[in-house]
């Protein structure tokens, strides 16, 4: 895990992963607050639609989206941030673990599955290389 911190120790790849997870998480959280349904049809065909639950869902999503926009800038914000974000995407991870055969085509239940869970190991890593980023800064 070491080379993978070090090659995003550098300013740009950490920006990069910051502006890449921060507005993918702000465009799907505004896709949830608008068209719910079109969020439903095509990312989470899940259960019953709940418009409400979706909603709800949004303002979370952007929330974090936030929290790592402003950390492409704020440097103290990095950790907090990511490790916010790792947190929220280990347990979206397991809940689509637990409901992995309930998406409508079956392959989207495996899919979103892999898929978070890469987004959550790349957030952990990127969480210890601006850790280890920030006690090399510190006086």
């Not at 090659?7 to 992963?17: C, I, K, P």
């Not at 979706?54 to 979370?60: M, N, Q």
């Amino acid at each position: 895990m070491g080379d993978r911190i070090k090659v995003l120790e550098g300013g740009a790849a950490m920006r990069f992963g910051l502006l890449l997870f921060g507005l993918s998480s702000l465009l799907l959280g505004l896709l949830m607050a608008l068209a719910p349904g079109v969020f439903f049809t095509l990312v989470g065909p899940y259960g019953v639609r709940n418009d409400h639950f979706i909603h709800d869902a949004a303002s979370f999503q952007i929330a974090l989206a936030v929290l790592l926009l402003a950390a492409v800038r704020c440097h103290s914000w990095r950790v907090p941030a990511l490790v916010a974000n790792a947190i929220q995407w280990g347990l979206h991870t397991l809940s689509h673990l637990i409901d992995i055969g309930d998406a409508d085509p079956h392959w989207l239940g495996y899919f979103d599955f892999f898929a978070l869970a890469a987004g959550t190991g790349l957030l952990v890593v990127m969480a210890f290389s601006a850790r280890r980023n920030e006690h090399q800064e510190l006086p």
